[in-house]
């Protein structure tokens, strides 16, 4: 099975060199919500090889929180994740205005479970076992039929912490926490990114650029400085995490 991942990953990675439809992508984080470890590894690293950035969530109502919340391209969801199934992720996306693709993995290949789908919100449907080329093919498809005039919300709340990126204030429940841009820049990736673990390599590449050649300490510094600001008041719960040797995670649990 990872023999079959990684060979396939070598060979996206040559196609998309020729590929001219990716070009017109210009967003491209999709969430997986499924609890199929071997099913999403796959699905991962072909997605991946393609050039998207992936974020997998392995619970149904944490995942619905992290669509939700995360400007998220389109969403991938599996027909029985934990705590909540895929055709109430997909009803109450639609119904909280969730414009973005939505991708329903069915069971088997049935039209009544398909059809349920569609009825439930999903923009398209696809029965398991499938082609993994068939899959990256309906993603791209969704993504360039796909064209709202802004798809980067104004509002992101995560816990209770609210970030506007129209007048760039950042509240916490009802204290404003004043910022200094590259505070509100960091703070705002790290939100876009709910519940998916970045990189230092990441973070520094998105937020500072590839130009700095500054401190290089300087992600660890601004991170100190924004749980010292976020986290003002004794009974403010920690969102910024650290995930050891690796980088951090925006998430609401301790």
């Known amino acids: 099975m990872l023999l079959d991942v990684c060979e396939r990953s070598r060979v996206r990675k040559l196609n998309r060199l020729h590929s001219p439809k990716l070009k017109h992508v210009k967003l491209k984080h999709i969430t997986i919500i499924a609890d199929e470890p071997e099913l999403t590894e796959s ?34 969801v599996g027909w029985t994740p934990p705590r909540l199934s895929g055709i109430e992720i997909c009803r109450r996306l639609r119904t909280g205005q969730y414009q973005q693709p939505i991708i329903l993995l069915t069971q088997v290949d049935s039209s009544a479970e398909r059809i349920a789908g569609l009825q439930a919100g999903a923009n398209d449907c696809l029965s398991r076992p499938f082609d993994p080329q068939e899959f990256v093919a309906r993603i791209t498809a969704s993504l ?56 230092r390599a990441q973070i520094l590449e998105n937020v500072w650029g590839y130009e700095y050649a500054g401190s290089s300490n300087i992600i660890e510094v601004y991170i100190r400085y924004l749980r010292r600001k976020l986290e003002a008041q004794t009974d403010d719960v920690r969102v910024i995490h650290t995930v050891r040797s690796v980088g951090y995670i925006f998430r609401e649990e301790g």
């Open 43 to 76: 699905l991962q690293a072909d997605l991946h090889a393609e050039g998207y950035q992936v974020s997998v969530i392995n619970d149904g109502l944490r995942g619905l929180l992290a669509a939700k919340r995360i400007a998220t391209d389109l969403v991938v």
């Open 144 to 199: 360039l039929n796909y064209s709202p005039q802004d798809r980067q919300p104004t509002i992101l709340r995560c816990a209770d912490i609210q970030l506007n990126r129209q007048t760039r204030e950042v509240w916490r429940g009802e204290r404003l926490v004043n910022l200094t841009a590259k505070e509100f820049d960091l703070l705002e990736y790290l939100m876009n990114h709910y519940f998916q673990v970045l990189t």
